[in-house]
């Protein structure tokens, strides 16, 4: 178990991540937080307001208590919400006041993706309730993307230093160290 995980170790991978994602400072400004975490991993929001120069901000909570491939994971999975957020693909959950079958008024949390309104589910302890979290179409594709750990992070450590050597039209070449 990683004791303690923190930005400055963890911020390496971070860049890497960005970088994989077409994430950078000229589109979003994010918060770490690494810490005791209640939720299972972490969370992740983008908020909507931009700034005047166009960048948006953003809190990444990841949790500080966890392997090292798993706070990989994890970090991936949020920064992929990220992705969703600045691509308008996922939109922040809100909640409508709603009519239950016995006539009772009550809160209930919504989210947008890709244009359409769904019932937001939260993760749980109860397998039944998690499957219905994990299989909303926004956390499928950011579990999808974790599983992408491997191909990033070759027996989860960072791939060697690039330096940059020039470039011929569009092509950039790069030097490994």
Avoid: C
């Amino acid at each position: 178990m990683t004791k303690y995980a923190t930005l400055k170790k963890y911020q390496p991978y971070i860049d890497v991540i960005m970088e994989d994602l077409g994430l950078d400072s000229k589109n979003v400004f994010l918060e770490w937080e690494f810490k005791k975490w209640s939720s299972m991993g972490g969370d992740a929001i983008l908020y909507t307001p931009i700034s005047a120069t166009g960048v948006r901000w953003g809190t990444v909570r990841i949790s500080h208590e966890a392997l090292h491939n798993d706070i990989l994971q994890t970090i991936m999975h949020e920064l992929k919400h990220i992705q969703q957020y600045l691509l308008h693909r996922l939109e922040p959950t809100y909640t409508k006041l709603v009519k239950t079958n016995r006539g009772n008024n009550k809160y209930v949390w919504y989210t947008e993706w890709m244009g359409k309104e769904y019932l937001f589910h939260s993760t749980s302890k109860n397998p039944k309730l998690n499957n219905k979290y994990k299989s909303q179409p926004w956390e499928a594709e950011a579990y999808a993307y974790q599983t992408e750990v491997d191909r990033l992070f070759p027996n989860g450590k960072l791939p060697p230093a690039k330096k940059y050597v020039g470039s011929v039209g569009h092509i950039k070449f790069y030097k490994i160290r």
